[in-house]
Antibody, heavy 123, light 110 residues
């Protein structure tokens, strides 16, 4: 059974960089059939799509976050990561990693999710 | 503010049917497939519907999806108290080259 687990600091200071890692177990991140991505949810609010990455390193980013976001993949560790720079309180959210079960752009759906990790931006 | 528009809340009695709408445009729903997610309180979202109307293994047929033009609909029949959750639609936006989610709909089973 595929499992995804987010890890990283739960508290980040304003203006610093948020860094999270998603470890995939029970399957290979190098599969040619999937993208992997990050989705966040501010407290009490809805889901926000952050971006996705293919094992080759090809990425898509939310235009509203693109200038601050970097998603990378480490196939040797079966992990992918999120970096969000210059954070503010508005970036406080539960961050989920997930598997996108298609490599075709018009087939956007996420079938496996991590449990989520709360990241608070505060001094 | 989400590009995909969902009603903030819907409600119905146990055993009844409810529908949740998701309205978009030609750049997203109109030309791409729609998925739906259920998020129970304090948990990660769970895939309910993919490719407009397909159910993953283990999802009961009480849940159904449809799409027409630039709108999609999630239907839930035989409502149970355990269906109380937030529901989100999702799709790809060809103009933005990015994924999107609706703002979410809170379902209350009265």
């Amino acid at each position: 059974q595929l499992q995804l687990q987010e890890s990283g600091p739960g508290l980040v200071k304003p203006s610093e960089t948020l860094s999270l890692t998603c470890t995939v177990s029970g399957g290979s991140i190098s599969s040619s059939s999937y993208y992997w991505g990050w989705i966040r949810q501010p407290p009490g609010k809805g889901l926000e799509w952050i971006g996705s990455i293919y094992y080759s390193g090809s990425t898509y980013y939310n235009p509203s976050l693109k200038s601050r976001v970097t998603i990378s993949v480490d196939t040797s560790k079966n992990q992918f990561s999120l970096k969000l720079s210059s954070v503010t309180a508005a970036d406080t959210a539960v961050y989920y990693c997930a598997r996108r079960s298609s490599i075709l752009r018009f087939l956007e759906w996420w079938d496996y999710w991590g449990q989520g990790t709360l990241v608070t931006v505060s001094s | 503010q989400s590009v995909l528009t969902q009603p903030p809340s819907v409600s119905a009695a146990p055993g009844q049917k409810v529908t949740i709408s998701c309205s978009g445009s030609s750049s997203n729903i109109g030309n791409n497939y729609v998925s739906w997610y259920q998020q129970l309180p304090g948990t990660a979202p769970k895939l309910l519907i993919y490719e407009n109307n397909k159910r993953p293994s283990g999802i009961p047929d009480r849940f159904s999806g449809s799409k027409s033009g630039t709108s999609a609909t999630l239907g839930i029949t035989g409502l149970q108290t355990g269906d109380e959750a937030d529901y989100y639609c999702g799709t790809w936006d060809s103009s933005l080259s990015a994924g999107e989610f609706g703002g979410g709909t809170k379902l209350t089973v009265l």
